[in-house]
C-alpha cells in the first residue's frame, strides 16, 4: 500500500516545496573548503527540511558502516567506479526533485554528504530557496593531517568527540595524536600522568574518529622531547646526559625496550594507524661520550625505530630538522634575505655532510619537513629535494599554533599554511601537516579558524582569497550573517594579544620568569613614585600610548563580539572564549593607564582616589579570571593531577611551568598584582607642587 499510494504523496511533497520556495530569496553558497566547481542551475522543488532529514540518515547510516544507497526516491548515493575523480571526490547534484552523489569510493559519498549538509545550513541560515546545483570535488592533498598536541594539558573527553564531527566538516582525513604522558600505560605504567586517559578510552575516540573517515597515528615522542619518561628516578639511567632529562641515549638496549612498550600500548589506543611518528627534532646526542657524531647516532636510533614500524606494516614519521642541522645546511632553509646563490654555495660546501651517510637514512620513513615561518624559501624547496632525490619520502609540516601565547597570531598563520600547501600540491606531495603545539596552550576553539584555513588550502589549493577564506571560517563556524566583514573581529585582537604578552613587565619575557630569584622586583614593570610625579608617564610613555589604542580596539572587538553572539547561529561557545581572550588582554591596558593616572594626578585627593581603584584591581581580576576559568573549563581540564611531576623545562614551555592553569597562564598577573599590594611606591611621599 505505501507504494500504491507514493506518487501522490509525493507529487503534494513537491508543490508544497515548491510554493513555500517560490517567493524566497536566492542563497549565497560558502562550502569550505571550495569545490572543484559549484554551478547554480535554477530552483529546487524539494522540502530542504526533508532533504535535511533523509541527509542526516545517510550520514548515520555510513558512520555505522551500512550500505547507503537510496532513501525515500529523493536522496540517492550511488557507487560509479568508473568516475574520472580522485577517490574521495564526488559529483553532488540537486535536481528540481532529487538529490544524487556519485563517487567511486564510500569516502566520496562521506564528502558530499558533508556538503549536502553545509548547502542546507547556508539555505535554512539565509531563509533562502534551495538552488538545483553541480557540484565537482576532489582533493588536491591526499592526506590533510592535522597534529593534536596532548602534552600539556587534556580537554575534557566529550570534546574530543565534538572535535571528530568539526575536523570532519571541514574534510581533514587524518590525525598525528601526540600523546606523550597522557595515555595510561599498561607496560610502562610509570610513564602516565594521572589524569591519562586508558587505552579503551582512547580507542574509543579513534574509533568514532575513524567511523567519520579520520585515521588516527600516534606520536610518541624520543629521541628527544623525552622528558616526560626520563624525568621519572626509575628511567634516569637511559639519559644521554645524566644530567638532562631531554633525551635518551641511543647506545642503550634499554631506550628500545622501554620505547617499543611505549609504541605497543599506543598502538593498541590507536589500532587504526598509518603512521608510527617518533619525533626525532631538537635532539644532540653523544652515546655517552661513544666518539660517534651526532648524526650517527640519530640515525641508528632512527633505523632501529623505523624496524619496529617497518615490521608493523605502519610507516613511521621522521622531523628532519637534526640531520639538516648537523650537516650545516639547516640555516639556509629559513633565511629569508639570502640569495640564490648564497643558498647553493651553502649546500655546496655542506650537502657532503648529508650524503655521506645517506645510506643509513630508512627508506621507508616519512621525512617531515617542518617549517613554520618561511616555507616559501629556496632553501626549504632544495631540503625537500634532497630527499626525494635520495629516493627518500617527504611531507611538508606547517602550523596552525606555535608558540604564540593566549591564541594563534599572523592571521591564524595563514601565509604560511597557504605557501607550504600550494608547494605540496605543486611537487605532487601526498599531503600537509598541521601542528597544533600545546608549549603555550591557547584555548582548543580558538584554533579552529587556523584549522579551516588549512582545510581550504590542502582540499582546494588557491582558490580565494585570505579575506575570502576568512569570510567562509565564519559563515561556516557561526553562520552565514557573520560572514559580513562587520564581524571579522579575530585579526583586530592579533597585536592587543602580542602586546599583552609582556605589557605588565620591565624587560623580561613571559615564558622565563620562573628562573628568576624574584621575579616580582627583577621582571615586573615598576611602579610609578610619588615623589617623582610624571617620571613613570613619561619614561613609558610608548607603551602606554600601545595600551589607549588598544584599549580603544579591544573596546570595539568586544562590542563586535557582543553583536556576533546575538546574530550566531550556532558555535556561540567560540565566540565566548574569544570574548574571555579579550576581557584578559584589556585588564593589562586598563591597569596601565590606571597607573598613568595615579602617576598624573592634580591633586592629593585625585591621587587617593586613583590609588584606591589600583588596589581594587586584585579583587577585579580575581572575579575576571573565575568567569575566564568557568569558560575554558566547559571543554578543558583546567590544572594538572596534583601529584603531577614537572620536568626541567628545556624550551620553557609556559604551560609546563605550574600545577594551575592560573599559575602559568597568568603567573605575571598575580606578581603585577602582588607588587601593587606589597610595594611601597604608591605611598605619599613628596610633593605634588613639584610636578
Same mark, same amino acid.
Given at each position: 500500500m505505501r507504494y500504491t499510494y507514493f506518487p501522490l504523496v509525493l507529487l503534494f511533497l513537491l508543490i508544497l516545496g515548491s510554493c513555500g520556495q517560490r517567493n524566497l530569496p536566492e542563497p549565497v553558497l560558502t562550502v569550505l573548503p571550495s569545490p572543484v566547481s559549484l554551478e547554480i542551475t535554477g530552483k529546487s522543488a524539494l522540502s530542504t527540511a526533508k532533504l535535511q532529514e533523509l541527509m542526516s540518515e545517510a550520514k548515520q547510516k555510513y558512520i555505522a558502516g551500512e550500505d547507503l544507497g537510496e532513501f525515500e526516491h529523493v536522496l540517492y548515493v550511488e557507487l560509479d567506479p568508473e568516475l574520472e575523480l580522485k577517490p574521495e571526490g564526488y559529483v553532488l547534484t540537486i535536481a528540481r526533485n532529487e538529490v544524487r552523489i556519485k563517487s567511486a569510493t564510500r569516502q566520496g559519498h562521506w564528502y558530499g554528504l558533508i556538503t549536502l549538509g553545509q548547502l542546507l545550513e547556508d539555505v535554512a541560515d539565509q531563509g533562502a530557496y534551495l538552488p538545483t546545483v553541480? *557540484?565537482?570535488?576532489?582533493?588536491?592533498? $591526499?592526506? $590533510? =593531517? =592535522?597534529?593534536? #598536541?596532548?602534552k600539556h594539558h587534556l580537554e575534557q573527553k566529550e570534546y574530543y568527540f565534538e572535535m571528530m564531527d568539526r575536523l570532519a566538516?571541514?574534510? *581533514?582525513?587524518?590525525? *598525528? /595524536? &601526540? *600523546? &606523550? #604522558?597522557?595515555?595510561?600505560y599498561e607496560s610502562q605504567p610509570e610513564v602516565a600522568s594521572s589524569d591519562a586517559f586508558s587505552i579503551e578510552e582512547w580507542k574509543e575516540i579513534s574509533d568514532y574518529a575513524m567511523a567519520r573517515n579520520i585515521r588516527i597515528s600516534p606520536l610518541v615522542q624520543g629521541l628527544g622531547h623525552a622528558s616526560f619518561i626520563l624525568k621519572h628516578e626509575q628511567y634516569v639511567a637511559l639519559r644521554d646526559d645524566p644530567a638532562s632529562d631531554w633525551a635518551f641515549n641511543p647506545l642503550d638496549d634499554g631506550t628500545y625496550e622501554v620505547q617499543f612498550d611505549l609504541y605497543n600500548d599506543a598502538l593498541k589506543a590507536f589500532p587504526y594507524a598509518e603512521y608510527l611518528h617518533v619525533g626525532g627534532d631538537e635532539v644532540h646526542t653523544t652515546g655517552r661520550g661513544s666518539g660517534k657524531t651526532a648524526l650517527e647516532l640519530q640515525l641508528t636510533w632512527l633505523n632501529k625505530v623505523s624496524s619496529y614500524a617497518e615490521d608493523r606494516n605502519l610507516t613511521p614519521i621522521f622531523w628532519d630538522d637534526m640531520p639538516l642541522k648537523n650537516a650545516g645546511v639547516y640555516q639556509s632553509i629559513f633565511n629569508k634575505d639570502l640569495t640564490n646563490a648564497e643558498v647553493d654555495s651553502i649546500w655546496a660546501a655542506n650537502e657532503p655532510n648529508l650524503s655521506k651517510y645517506v645510506d643509513m637514512f630508512p627508506k621507508n620513513c616519512v621525512y617531515m619537513r617542518w617549517n613554520y615561518s618561511?616555507? &616559501?624559501?629556496?632553501?626549504?624547496?632544495?631540503?625537500?629535494?634532497?630527499? !626525494? #632525490?635520495?629516493?627518500?619520502? =617527504?611531507?611538508?609540516?606547517?602550523?596552525?599554533? !606555535? $608558540?604564540?601565547? /593566549?591564541?594563534?597570531?599572523?592571521?591564524?598563520?595563514? #601565509?604560511?599554511?597557504r605557501d607550504f600547501a600550494l608547494i605540496s600540491i605543486a611537487n605532487g606531495a601526498e599531503g600537509l601537516l598541521l601542528t597544533l603545539w600545546d608549549d603555550d596552550s591557547p584555548h582548543f576553539e580558538l584554533y579552529w579558524r587556523g584549522i579551516g584555513i588549512f582545510a581550504e588550502y590542502t582540499w582546494a589549493g588557491e582558490r580565494r582569497t585570505e579575506t575570502e577564506i576568512h569570510d567562509a571560517y565564519r559563515a561556516r563556524t557561526f553562520g552565514a550573517a557573520l560572514a559580513d566583514s562587520t564581524y571579522a573581529f579575530i585579526n583586530e585582537l592579533e597585536d592587543p594579544v602580542a602586546f599583552w604578552k609582556n605589557a605588565l613587565l620591565a624587560s623580561k619575557d613571559r615564558n622565563r620568569l620562573r628562573s628568576l630569584a624574584n621575579p616580582m622586583e627583577d621582571a615586573v614593570i615598576d611602579l610609578p613614585r610619588a615623589s617623582k610625579p610624571g617620571q613613570w608617564t613619561q619614561q613609558y610613555a610608548e607603551r602606554l600610548e600601545k595600551a589607549q589604542l588598544y584599549q580603544q580596539r579591544v573596546d570595539s572587538v568586544l562590542q563586535v563580539i557582543a553583536a556576533a553572539k546575538d546574530a550566531a547561529k550556532r558555535n556561540v561557545y567560540t565566540l565566548e572564549v574569544y570574548e574571555q581572550v579579550a576581557k584578559a588582554v584589556q585588564f593589562s591596558n586598563h591597569a596601565l593607564l590606571l597607573l598613568s593616572k595615579w602617576d598624573l594626578a592634580e591633586t592629593a585627593e585625585d591621587r587617593e582616589n586613583f590609588k584606591a581603584k589600583l588596589l581594587q584591581l586584585e579583587q577585579k581580576w580575581q572575579d575576571q579570571l573565575a568567569e575566564l576559568e568557568q569558560v575554558y573549563g566547559q571543554t578543558r581540564q583546567l590544572d594538572k593531577p596534583e601529584d603531577y611531576l614537572l620536568d626541567q623545562d628545556h624550551h620553557v614551555h609556559l604551560s609546563n611551568q605550574a600545577i594551575k592553569f592560573s599559575d602559568w597562564q597568568f603567573y605575571v598577573e598575580e606578581l603585577f598584582l602582588k607588587k601593587i599590594k606589597e610595594g611601597n611606591s604608591l605611598q605619599m611621599e613628596g610633593s605634588l607642587e613639584s610636578k
Open positions: 553541480k *557540484i565537482k570535488d576532489e582533493p588536491a592533498l $591526499r592526506q $590533510r =593531517v =592535522v597534529h593534536l #598536541d596532548v566538516y571541514q574534510k *581533514i582525513n587524518a590525525i *598525528i /595524536l &601526540e *600523546i &606523550e #604522558d597522557k595515555l595510561n618561511a616555507p &616559501e624559501t629556496y632553501g626549504n624547496k632544495l631540503a625537500m629535494k634532497w630527499f !626525494t #632525490d635520495n629516493g627518500l619520502k =617527504v611531507m611538508g609540516a606547517t602550523a596552525g599554533q !606555535t $608558540r604564540w601565547n /593566549l591564541m594563534p597570531l599572523n592571521q591564524s598563520n595563514t #601565509d604560511n599554511i
